[in-house]
T-cell receptor
């Protein structure tokens, strides 16, 4: 049981480049989210999904796209990277019907945009 | 909207008890969560409160007062490995039941 798997773990991009951060979970969780974590600002919600085919925006969605074609996968796309997107990105999931179950987080992707 | 406040840093002594407070303002409420995050690692789930009162899990307890928009995490018999950030998070009950996090409290446990 791998839990939530994020790839890559580290990435350096040049300004203007695009890339996709991968996230996959094998727990059959309906709810998946992407957060970014910056020093002193905690975790901020980028996008989330309540199930396959359904996505919505969080607190800081600009510059990012998501899709949810399967229950397992929830990739995050950076359309045109900017230095302000330098951050640690976490993908997380939890089962929709069990509120007593907190998020399971992936190990994170550390992204630097130069 | 939602707003979550918690102290930036706290220091406590090994073997002691420490209480980390969290206050929140939210337009809808569907639960309050505490997570632990060691430096360079992902957060891990500690506790969940949806009703008023105290929930106990071993050395960790979490309290909630919905009318006051207040929660605390109580850590007993502190160990050096408890040095970490503790994140308070609130799940709303509208708009996709989004979970919003506070900035976290860095706890330093000294010998």
């Amino acid at each position: 049981n791998a839990g939530v798997t994020q790839t890559p773990k580290f990435q350096v991009l040049k300004t203007g480049q695009s890339m996709t951060l991968q996230c996959a979970q094998d727990m059959n969780h309906e709810y998946m989210s992407w957060y970014r974590q910056d020093p002193g600002m905690g975790l901020r919600l980028i996008h989330y999904s309540v199930g396959a085919g359904i996505t919505d925006q969080g607190e800081v969605p600009n510059g990012y796209n998501v899709s949810r074609s399967t229950t397992e996968d929830f990739p995050l796309r950076l359309l045109s990277a900017a230095p302000s997107q330098t951050s640690v990105y976490f993908c997380a999931s939890h089962p929709w019907e069990d509120n007593n179950y907190g998020y399971t987080f992936g190990s994170g992707t550390r992204l630097t945009v130069v | 909207g939602q707003n979550i406040d918690q102290p930036t840093e706290m220091t406590a002594t090994e073997g002691a008890i420490v209480q980390i407070n969290c206050t929140y303002q939210t337009s809808g409420f569907n639960g309050l969560f505490w997570y632990q995050q060691h430096a360079g690692e992902a957060p891990t789930f500690l506790s969940y409160n949806v009703l008023d009162g105290l929930e106990e899990k071993g050395r960790f307890s979490s309290f909630l007062s919905r009318s006051k928009g207040y929660s605390y995490l109580l850590l007993k018999e502190l160990q050096m490995k408890d040095s970490a950030s503790y994140l308070c998070a609130v799940r709303g009950n509208t708009g996709g039941f989004k979970t919003i996090f506070g900035a976290g409290t860095r706890l330093f446990v000294k010998a």
